[in-house]
């Protein structure tokens, strides 16, 4: 059985590389094409079957760096999971579906 996931999924991290002390306010960045220079985690849902990113006038994504180098990282996803459903105790039974994140 399958079930689709609207989800926004939120990262943060630090990398040094990315500090300025002299950047008074966080830099927000919503175009891809910035967001695809700077280094982001890989995020595997190993048991997904089918994904794809929202695009509705613009990427639904936000990346936001602070003077020290932190990182955040939004962006909106829509996922189609697969989820092995065990009917032995129906119409009583009840399902767990489940989402499983791995990284590299």
């Not at 989800?7 to 960045?29: E, G, I, K």
């Not at 094409?33 to 985690?41: A, L, S």
């Not at 009917?87 to 579906?97: A, I, N």
Request: glycine share 0%; with cysteine; aromatic share 14%.
């Amino acid at each position: 059985m399958d079930y689709v996931v609207d989800l926004y999924l939120q990262q943060q991290w630090f990398d040094s590389r990315l500090a300025n002390a002299s950047r008074v306010q966080p830099v927000t960045y919503n175009d891809r094409k910035n967001i695809q220079k700077v280094w982001k985690p890989d995020v595997i849902f190993t048991n997904s079957k089918d994904s794809s990113f929202h695009y509705i006038t613009l990427p639904n994504v936000l990346m936001r760096i602070d003077a020290l180098g932190n990182v955040l990282y939004i962006l909106r996803l829509k996922i189609k999971f697969d989820c092995m459903m065990d009917f032995f105790k129906f119409p009583m039974d009840e399902q767990t579906c489940t989402m499983e994140l791995s990284t590299c």
